[in-house]
């Protein structure tokens, strides 16, 4: 039978690869966090980037803040399902299965979008940006999972509806690869 239980050691690991992947971006386009490496002491810079939080926003633009991080939530809630065999196969509807194990994926999210903006291995580690007047407020902590889970359910939801009738009305694979890809 199939474990029943989250499995910890690989939902770490590809959160780990996840943050190998998201960090080095930063690199590449944010010529403030290659900057601050420059200059900045570790543990003060990481202290004052959190003591900085305040008001909403974070100087980001709108489809960084209400697109790229929602998808951020979403890959991160995915990432939890895909690790959490007991609830990995619930399909979207009424079924309070397919809800606890959304809220369990939100839940994940939230820790994991914590995790990018102020943990150990986070943008207020790593370049510290944050302690920067006006670049630190409440929005990716909220929108990221919460918009997250807006998109995971959104797909499941598109899959069911959709997807699903697409594919049961062909057989021509390359029709249903078009709509799992545009769909997903």
Excluded at 58 to 86: C, F, K, M, T
Excluded at 159 to 173: P, Q, S
């Amino acid at each position: 039978p199939p474990p029943s239980k989250v499995q910890w050691m690989p939902l770490f690991g590809a959160s780990l690869r996840y943050l190998a992947v998201m960090h080095p971006f930063r690199f590449v386009t944010e010529a403030g966090t290659r900057d601050a490496l420059k200059h900045q002491p570790f543990w003060g810079g990481y202290f004052d980037a959190l003591g900085a939080m305040h008001g909403w926003s974070d100087g980001d633009g709108y489809y960084e803040n209400y697109l790229g991080h929602p998808i951020q939530g979403a890959v991160s809630a995915y990432i939890w399902i895909h690790n959490d065999p007991r609830y990995r196969d619930v399909e979207f509807g009424k079924d309070p299965r397919y809800w606890k194990s959304r809220l369990r994926a939100a839940a994940f999210a939230w820790a994991f979008s914590e995790q990018f903006e102020i943990g150990l291995i986070s943008e207020a580690s790593i370049g510290q940006i944050q302690r920067y007047c006006c670049a630190y407020g409440f929005v990716d902590h909220v929108i990221t999972p919460n918009g997250g889970m807006v998109w995971v359910v959104g797909e499941d939801a598109v899959d069911k509806y959709v997807v699903r009738r697409i594919e049961d009305r062909t057989h021509n694979l390359g029709v249903r690869i078009a709509a799992r890809l545009a769909l997903n």
